[in-house]
Each structure stands twice: as structure tokens, then as C-alpha cells.
């Protein structure tokens, strides 16, 4: 119910956003004016003011998404030797690293994992899983958390972000110029947009996000 809760509010958040931007630049719509040809420099700016919204919003709404989404219980002052050597560890690297101390935090899982995210390098969170800490040893933990302040330190989270934020521009595009095309061929109609353009368009936005999905991976495994 939560992660339900937080997809509304993020989109929420996006369309409101996108909405202002279009008014202030007096979008009026990515058809001509005689309502039947698309203008491709309007359809472009309209898929890239949402499609770069949708990603620059989850990127600085990513901190408080993670902790809610996952029960991260944030170290303020740490209660036993295990916290403390964790903050120290975090410290420790981080420094070496040349970055300002990210908030460190614990989320209940049973899994060995870890993830780290934020809006910058020097405003991150770094979270490891209860389960994580029970079943590595401490060198292990270690690594791992090298492995995530490396995400910080080389900006992975801002790099992704704007990598999504362009797949997502040309997969509404795509899907748009697709959708269009069938409207007026298949569907034979002459202005304007019938239900069939909108049934299109989200199917094919469905199987590009697909194919974007990996290509995003392919970059996320590269860096």
C-alpha cells in the first residue's frame, strides 16, 4: 500500500510540474494547426519536459522514497558496537573518497543487500539490510559498502538519472509518432486523434520502455 501511495504522489508531483512548465512556455499541443500533421519540434519539447520531469523528480525525491519504501531506520547516534563500527566504516571511506558523509541507515530484511541513493554526492543516503550485517563479516560488510560509496563518489545516481530522463523523452516520442501514423492509416482519421491513436500509443510505449529498460541496464552495468 505504501510503494502504491508513493508511485501516486511522484506522478502527482511530475504532472504538476510538467503542467506548469508547458503553460509558463504556451504549449498548446504537438498537432499543426489545421489538426491533422504533427509538429514534431512541439511533440519533442512535450515528451521531454515530462519525460526528463518524471526522472529529475524521482532523483530528488529519491532519498525519502527509499526510506519509506524499505523501513530504513536512519543512525543518529549508534546504540551498540555494530552501528558504531558501521558509521566509523561509512566515515572511513567516504573520506577516502572524497565525499561528505552520507546519512548511513539499516532497513529489516532478511536479504543481503544494500543500495545508495540521493540527489548528489554530497547530500546520499547508504543503507544495508539487517540480513546483510548477520551473515557477512566485517571486511565483507566492508567491501560492500565501498561498493556503494563508489556509486556516490562517481555521481552514478545524477548520470542514470538524466540517461533515463532522454530514454524516456524519445520512448513518448516514438510512441507518439507511431501511434500518429497508424491513427492516420489505419484507422483513416482525418483530424484530430480517435480512440485507437491512444490504445497505440500505450502499447507502444509499453514495448519501447521495454527495450529502453536495457539500455538502461546495459549503462548502469557499464558504469
Known amino acids: 500500500m505504501l510503494r502504491i501511495a508513493l508511485f501516486l504522489v511522484t506522478n502527482f508531483a511530475i504532472l504538476i510540474v510538467a503542467s506548469t512548465v508547458m503553460n509558463l512556455l504556451g504549449f498548446s499541443g504537438y498537432l499543426q494547426a489545421n489538426g491533422v500533421d504533427l509538429n514534431m519540434t512541439a511533440l519533442l519539447v512535450f515528451c521531454g519536459i515530462f519525460g526528463m520531469s ?33 558509521i566509523q566504516t561509512v566515515q572511513e571511506l ?5 565525499i561528505k558523509m552520507p546519512e548511513v541507515g539499516i532497513f529489516p530484511s532478511h536479504s543481503s ?33 565501498a561498493h556503494e560509496i563508489g556509486h556516490v563518489a ?14 524516456n523523452t524519445f520512448v513518448m516520442f516514438f510512441a507518439r509518432v507511431i501511434g500518429h501514423t497508424i491513427d492516420r492509416v489505419v484507422f483513416k482519421t482525418e483530424r484530430g486523434y480517435s ?11 509499453m514495448l519501447l520502455a521495454i527495450l529502453a529498460s536495457a539500455i538502461v541496464m546495459w549503462f548502469s552495468r557499464w558504469r
Open 54 to 86: 518524471g526522472s529529475l523528480i524521482s532523483l530528488f525525491l529519491s532519498k525519502w522514497m527509499a526510506k519509506r519504501s524499505t523501513g530504513t531506520q536512519i543512525i543518529t547516534e549508534p546504540r551498540n558496537r555494530e552501528e558504531r563500527w558501521l
Open 94 to 98: 567516504s573520506d577516502k573518497a572524497g
Open 113 to 145: 543487500n544494500a543500495f545508495a541513493t540521493g540527489w548528489n554526492r554530497n547530500d546520499a543516503l547508504v543503507a544495508v539490510s539487517a540480513g546483510l550485517l548477520q551473515r557477512f563479516r566485517p571486511e565483507e560488510v566492508k567491501a560492500v559498502l
Open 154 to 167: 562517481n555521481g552514478d545516481m545524477v548520470t542514470l538519472t538524466l540517461i533515463q530522463g532522454v530514454v
Open 195 to 205: 480512440f485507437g491513436y491512444y490504445i497505440v500509443v500505450m502499447i507502444t510505449e
